[in-house]
């Protein structure tokens, strides 16, 4: 079994998609390869074929390398529910709550972390690791698991990436790179240059020089991919929901999405943004909703804490006039649960009894059993499916479900408690026909779009995106196990390159 991982200058560097083309790349070659990170902080997760949680950017490169998302990919998971305090979910199961503090003792999951690996080496061809956050963060690396100490304890070699369209990133590699201890530097065998713009001979002779710095190569300059937001961990850039293509009626749709401040699972909306002519926005203030046709609440790792916050805003107010005038208002997961009636919370809060919106006939009472599932139905004749994560049990008590015999919906008003449910191009394009109605809109869904297969292209050009842009010769060496261990870098003022003023 070979291994690599792909460590990054920064969060968002790129990592997760580096992976996710690599893995990709590996298995249009026939190779059966796997994803794998160690442990990920995301409010973005998936059901697993084995029946628990893990990252969803992990789901994507499982994806990406023809095989289903199975915990083993992502043995711990932290869901924050606050600043300070996060879920901790181990092996896909919810393994109590864990206070900032406490996670310097981590160490004590390796063995977990050791477990996971080596079942995937057992299974897998390859297995392309994915670090977390920056291995410069040298305050954490004592009992880091998920980096260099990782890569130390298991023997894999790594990569690390810097998104350079941020600026930076020849002083974010070198500088990386020289707060290390020695032996984690001997595992860093090159670098990557990500999401680059423009004409790469406007790099002159920096990649050299970066070379000379540091003892060790640029193994490739990847380009800014379209789509790259596709399954992210945490959702930050909305400019890929501008919507690109027209509608194929007269009118698009305006999406809105509460901001709340501890929103999950925001690839609910992915498939959603990808129809022709819907637009989809972030909404932070009630007057932003105004001139939407549809505002969906989404999910929550901290639902009475968001609700408390959405009542705080304004939103309750703006959401009671929607439902009066007929305007539609979609809750998902936890949104549904806002939404209703009662939410009863002794587990995620402690709050106990707390009154919802009231624009669902429903109650919610939290139980100490997470529910983890997958979810199929026919709905006119279509299959829909999607999953399940939520501690809060939702009784329907007036209304009518809002396919088969899940969620509700009362007027213009609806919940659900399934994620991945606009990913269901039938239903999706259904669900889209009735908002246009109630905003008397020409909008008409495209019956030509299909998510799975655009999905799937977007996995297949980051696969020629490696293919083109990485010194590929020099992957497989790494995945071999090949090469010299480069030298090893100090803090020290480095010589200007020759012709430098």
């Known amino acids: 079994m070979s291994a690599l991982l792909i460590l990054g200058t920064s969060s968002g560097a790129g990592k997760s998609t580096l992976v996710a083309g690599l893995c990709r790349w590996l298995a249009r070659q026939g190779r059966r390869v796997a994803p794998f990170k160690a442990q990920n902080m995301s409010l973005n997760s998936y059901v697993g074929i084995d029946g628990g949680e893990l990252g969803r950017a992990q789901a994507l490169q499982a994806w990406a390398a023809g095989i289903e998302p199975d915990t083993r990919m992502n043995p711990i998971l932290l869901k924050p529910g606050s600043p300070t305090r996060s879920q901790l979910v181990v092996r896909g199961q919810p393994a109590g709550e864990l206070e900032a503090r406490s996670w310097a003792r981590r160490g004590a999951l390796a063995p977990v972390v050791a477990a996971a690996f080596a079942e995937l080496r057992e299974e897998y061809d390859v297995v392309i690791c994915e670090g977390a956050g920056s291995p410069a963060e040298i305050n954490l690396r004592a009992s880091d698991l998920v980096n ?57 002779d920096g990649l050299e020089h970066l070379a000379r710095l540091t003892g060790r190569p640029t193994l490739g300059v990847v380009p800014e991919l379209p789509g790259r937001e596709l399954d992210t961990e945490d959702r930050t850039d909305w400019g890929s929901f501008g919507g690109g293509a027209p509608p194929r009626g007269l009118d698009s749709l305006r999406v809105g999405v509460v901001m709340l401040p501890y929103a999950s699972n925001l690839t609910d909306l992915d498939a959603l943004a990808l129809e022709p002519g819907v637009r989809v926005r972030p909404l932070w203030w009630p007057a932003e909703a105004d001139d939407c046709d549809l505002v969906i609440v989404p999910g929550s790792r901290a639902t009475v804490a968001d609700l408390t916050w959405l009542r705080a805003r304004g939103f309750d107010a703006v959401l009671a006039r929607r439902a009066a005038a007929g305007r539609p208002v979609l809750g998902i997961c936890a949104g549904y649960q806002m939404l209703g009636r009662v939410i009863d919370d002794p587990i995620e809060s402690g709050a106990g009894r707390v009154a919802g919106l009231g624009l669902l006939p429903v109650t919610t009472a939290f139980t100490p059993t997470k529910v983890v599932a997958r979810t199929r139905a026919v709905v006119a004749g279509a299959p829909v499916t999607g999953y399940q994560i939520h501690h809060g049990r939702v009784t329907r008590e007036g209304g009518d479900p809002l396919l088969a015999d899940e969620g509700c919906r009362f007027g213009a008003v609806a919940g659900t408690t399934w994620h991945g449910l606009f990913e269901a191009d039938a239903w999706r394009r259904s669900y889209l026909a009735g908002v246009a109605a109630a905003a008397g809109r ?36 790494l995945l071999e196990g090949s090469g010299p261990v480069p030298r090893r870098v100090r803090l020290t003022r480095q010589p200007a390159p020759p012709g430098a003023a």
Do not use: K, M
């Open 148 to 204: 260099l100490g990782f890569a130390r304890a298991h023997g894999v070699p790594a990569l690390l990436v810097a998104d350079i369209d941020r600026g930076g990133a020849f002083a974010a590699l070198t500088g990386t790179l020289a707060v290390l201890e020695p032996r984690d530097q001997d595992l860093v065998r090159g670098f990557v240059l990500n999401r680059f713009r423009g004409d790469p001979a406007l790099l002159g």
């Open 442 to 477: 020409s909008f008409v869904a495209d019956p030509t779009t299909d998510f799975a297969a655009a999905r799937a292209a977007r996995l297949d050009a980051l696969a020629d995106a490696v293919d083109q842009h990485l010194d590929t010769d020099a992957v497989e060496r």
